[in-house]
């Protein structure tokens, strides 16, 4: 694994700075992708086993999806600010 440069790291913080005011779309986009990708993957989450709501309607997908981007993106900025 190659390590960032001082101005590599900058751009993730800058970039995510930028994303959180969006996170939940980018969630979102995110967990669609991943539904488009491995469609089966839905019937790991309770509140889309049974639902025929499209998933971008889904009133519980959202949130979720917004808490998991956001806390992924968090930690990888942590871990970048640990390693300098």
Not at 20 to 38: D, P, Q, S, T, Y
Not at 56 to 61: I, S
Not at 64 to 72: E, L, Q, R
Request: glycine share 2%; proline share 4%.
């Amino acid at each position: 694994m190659s390590s960032f440069t001082e101005e590599q790291e900058a751009l993730v913080v800058k970039s995510w700075d930028s994303m959180k005011k969006n996170a939940g779309e980018w969630g979102l986009k995110l967990f669609l992708k991943i539904f488009e990708i491995a469609p089966s993957a839905k019937k790991l989450f309770s509140f889309l086993k049974d639902s025929n709501v499209p998933l971008e309607q889904n009133a519980k997908l959202k949130p979720h999806a917004k808490s998991v981007f956001v806390m992924t993106c968090e930690v990888e900025v942590q871990l970048r600010k640990e390693e300098m």
